[in-house]
């Protein structure tokens, strides 16, 4: 592949490194609940803030939201809330399922609660949106539903690691196209740490063979993944559904249940190319990584995996335990001299293993031999609100007092004819927007 190639491919990559665009709706002089905050609520917040949901009260009423005006702020102001802990100022910021509120929403939000959180007029409060159950698949109705085994969770006791297996049922390979995995219930979401998929394949003898091919990997918090159009992973047929479950206790006994929602191409159909999902990025080479975080210090870990084909990034999650409270992934380019660049970076909450999808035009495009570099920084400090004990000493492990410091990255591979079109594709756009500007 030609090295000047490779330099487009960074100047591109370079131009969707950019803040979202402002918002050009004006912040109101005197925001009311019913005309200015009722509206931002009922398209970003009561989605989880409504009865019967996992957030702890409901904004739907102004008698709810009003007891909880200054705890909202905060929330808001901080990017607690909604969920989506990307950092704004580094940077890709185009993705498919970003539920972030706008700089004018915040700061609409911000004076409403500042001049006293009034209601205004409640006729004019917008009538609340409608929503499915809960429980409603995140990939519309799936083609296939895979219900594992119940697991009897103790009210205490030590972690629980094993796995449950249960069949597929397919008689023919389908390829998957998007695929969500669902603790059954409120209940069910509080004891499962992480649940990783596997499809097992099985010899003549109906012996298991190996630990089966990886489609998915699931934590607290986490949305379905929805493969980019042209692509799927294949599921064989007559392979059995394995789960490998990490489940923790909560104080109470509970019955998880977990499902695993799959939808396909059309039968007898294959995808243009293989989407993969793997955690790469561990520290010394290793999946998750040697950590050694000493107890009341900040640590940083840092790791990296090579791509030996050009690739697209689909999805980008940070997966750490407790401790865990930033990372950013890099991008190392194989040119001399070597360039690099920040591709982004997000904080972390334990309760939201949030997983990044790209939009399709600013998916990352990388040549052949970039280097991935993760960096994750682990507060052992008493500082750390999620930090159990901030005098022991911490490392590597399964268990949720242990830690993890790696990316899940989304991706697939190009051919380098691909991957060269794809580069004139996007120095074509560019130079239409600067021709624009």
């Not at 490194?17 to 925001?31: C, G, K, R």
Request: glycine share 8%; net charge negative.
């Amino acid at each position: 592949m030609k090295t000047t190639q490779s330099l487009v491919a960074m100047l591109l990559f370079s131009a969707l490194l950019t803040l979202p665009a402002s918002v050009s709706a004006q912040v109101p002089e005197s925001p009311t609940f019913a005309d200015d905050i009722a509206p931002i609520f009922y398209d970003r917040c009561v989605k989880c803030h409504r009865p019967g949901e996992i957030a702890p009260m409901s904004l739907i009423s102004y008698q709810e939201a009003r007891p909880w005006a200054r705890s909202i702020k905060n929330k808001v102001e901080t990017r607690a809330m909604p969920p989506w802990h990307l950092d704004k100022n580094i940077g890709v910021q185009n993705f498919l399922n970003d539920p972030s509120l706008s700089d004018d929403q915040i700061a609409t939000i911000a004076k409403w609660v500042d001049s006293g959180a009034p209601q205004g007029n409640p006729a004019n409060t917008p009538t609340p949106p409608e929503f499915a159950p809960a429980d409603t698949w995140q990939i519309g109705e799936p083609d296939l539903v895979v219900r594992f085994p119940t697991y009897a969770v103790p009210a205490s006791g030590p972690d629980l690691f094993g796995d449950l297996f249960t069949n597929f049922g397919l008689t023919e390979n389908r390829y998957i196209t998007a695929i969500q995995t669902k603790p059954v219930g409120d209940k069910a979401r509080q004891v499962v740490h992480h649940a990783l998929s596997y499809a097992v394949e099985q010899d003549e003898s109906g012996e298991r063979m190996g630990g089966g091919t990886f489609l998915v990997e699931y934590a607290s918090g986490k949305q379905a993944e929805v493969y980019p159009e042209g692509t799927g992973l294949m599921l064989e047929a007559d392979t059995e559904a394995r789960l490998s479950y990490h489940l923790h206790s909560v104080g109470e006994d509970i019955d998880a249940v977990v499902e695993l929602g799959i939808n396909f191409l059309p039968a007898g159909t294959e995808p243009e190319h293989i989407r993969y999902s793997k955690q790469l990025g561990g520290s010394h080479g290793q999946t998750i990584g040697v950590l050694d975080i000493p107890a009341g210090e900040v640590t940083r870990s840092d790791g990296y995996a090579r791509f030996n084909k050009a690739a697209k990034i689909t999805m980008f999650q940070p997966h750490m335990h407790m401790l865990g409270t930033y990372q950013c992934i890099e991008f190392i380019y194989p040119t001399q001299p070597v360039r690099a660049e920040t591709v982004n970076c997000a904080a972390f909450d334990y309760n939201w293993h949030m997983n990044y999808n790209y939009a399709a035009d600013s998916m990352p495009l990388i040549p052949a031999g970039t280097i991935l570099h993760v960096s994750t920084w682990l507060d052992n400090s008493a500082a750390n609100r999620g930090n159990l004990d901030a005098s022991n000493w911490i490392g590597a492990g399964q268990r949720t007092m242990d830690e993890m410091a790696f990316a899940w990255i989304g991706w697939y591979d190009m051919t380098d004819e691909e991957y060269e079109a794809e580069v004139a594709t996007r120095q074509e756009a560019r130079e239409k927007t600067d021709n624009d500007n």
